[in-house]
């Protein structure tokens, strides 16, 4: 067996949770071996010379999403197969049916990117002070890298002023502080003493959105609808073959860190087949009944992403360590004939399904 845990560490470096975690680093590695053991050596050597932290991360998903397909016995498995300059991350076979996939981790909707910079550097930051302190975070989508020094330096200037609660509480209180840069409300934040008083400040909570609001916020759903268009159309073009009885194309996403708002099937729908609403309407008989219908910003709605079978959600909190498949199946309306007949990628797999689609078949 070859050791990969170097490798893992170097390139994983800004993840505590698995390279302080040695029985992470063993799966990981033990994972990376069973793929070379299938022939999968391309995935292995792209995970092992990517040192990019995020990109490392993607990879991990693909690995994971890969251990699920060969738990789920699939025939003629392979990586990036040669078959177009663009190719689908994996294709297979199951029961007959060739499965093409594309594997995508969600990126910056609403500016992941800076917000998980800005995390990093509190951890590294902070932890030189004294103040034996949790730091307590909302981050605004409008923060960007090139605030992030201000922040800190207006820290350094006004840290003497600040006053540490005994015990964290989720409302706001006349203690929290917010830092304002160029007009903007950037980050809210409030210091809790920590129980064992050890020097250095450390991240307590954190929260995403408008600092100065509570953390359940209503959810904008139009980044998120644009990102996953942008998704749709990246992998549009590496599916060669059009769906049919014997040929699948499907879409695998996950949303990247727990910065990420949607995080329930719900919200995914509303993406994908348009914003659930609820009309009245009378009936021939004179009564009057609510019907739920869909909105018209659906993207599965567009034709321009017929040639994709479906979309795979995969819950942010799955882990690269879990050994089940956890995620839910949306399937393309152009396609619902053909999928019917398909055989199911994972067990574990739920599939949405419209009320309408329920209707029609028992209609």
């Known amino acids: 067996m070859s050791d990969y845990s170097k490798a893992i560490r170097n390139n994983l470096y800004c993840f505590p949770g698995i390279v302080n975690n040695p029985e992470r680093i063993s799966a990981i590695n033990e994972d990376l071996n069973t793929l070379n053991e299938r022939g999968l050596t391309s995935l292995v050597n792209n995970f092992c010379s990517q040192t990019d932290p995020d990109r490392a991360d993607d990879l991990l998903f693909e690995i994971w999403v890969c251990k699920m397909l060969m738990k789920s016995s699939v025939e003629n498995l392979s990586y990036e197969p040669p078959i177009l300059s663009k190719?689908?991350?994996?294709?297979?076979?199951?029961?007959?049916?060739?499965?093409?996939?594309?594997?995508?981790?969600?990126?910056?909707?609403?500016?992941?990117?800076?917000?998980?910079?800005?995390?990093?550097?509190?951890?590294?930051?902070?932890?030189?002070?004294?103040?034996?302190?949790?730091?307590?975070l909302r981050i605004s989508d409008q923060l960007q890298r090139q605030h992030i020094n201000n922040f800190f330096q207006y820290l350094d200037n006004n840290l003497s002023s600040f006053v540490a609660k005994a015990n964290y509480r989720e409302l706001l209180e006349a203690n929290d502080y917010v830092w304002i840069f160029e007009e903007k409300k950037m980050v809210s934040f409030s210091f809790t003493e920590k129980?064992?008083?050890?020097?250095?400040?450390?991240?307590g909570t954190i929260h995403s959105g408008n600092p100065g609001e509570s953390s359940v916020q209503w959810v904008d759903l139009t980044p998120y609808r644009s990102r996953m268009r942008r998704v749709l159309k990246k992998s549009k073009p590496t599916f060669s073959e059009i769906p049919s009885e014997t040929q699948s194309n499907l879409v695998i996403v996950q949303p990247d860190a727990e910065l990420w708002d949607l995080s329930d099937s719900d919200d995914m729908a509303d993406v994908l087949y348009g914003d659930a609403q609820k009309i009245s309407y009378t009936r021939p008989d004179g009564k009057?009944?609510?019907?739920?219908?869909?909105?018209?910003?659906?993207?599965l709605k567009d034709k321009k992403f017929s040639n994709i079978t479906g979309v795979v959600f995969v819950h942010p909190s799955v882990s690269i360590t879990?050994?089940?498949?956890?995620?839910?199946?949306?399937?393309?309306?152009?396609?619902?004939?053909?999928?019917?007949?398909?055989?199911?990628?994972?067990?574990?797999?739920?599939?949405?399904?419209?009320?309408?689609w329920k209707a029609n078949a028992t209609a």
């Open 322 to 356: 879990d050994n089940e498949f956890k995620g839910s199946y949306f399937l393309n309306p152009f396609h619902l004939t053909e999928i019917c007949i398909h055989p199911k990628l994972f067990k574990e797999m739920t599939y949405f399904v419209r009320s309408e």
């Open 87 to 136: 190719p689908p991350d994996f294709r297979c076979n199951l029961n007959g049916v060739q499965f093409d996939i594309q594997v995508k981790r969600v990126h910056n909707v609403v500016n992941e990117i800076a917000k998980t910079i800005f995390q990093r550097e509190c951890r590294k930051r902070l932890s030189k002070y004294k103040n034996p302190w949790f730091i307590n």
């Open 288 to 299: 009057e009944v609510m019907k739920d219908i869909r909105g018209p910003n659906g993207i």
């Open 195 to 203: 129980v064992k008083k050890n020097a250095g400040i450390s991240i």
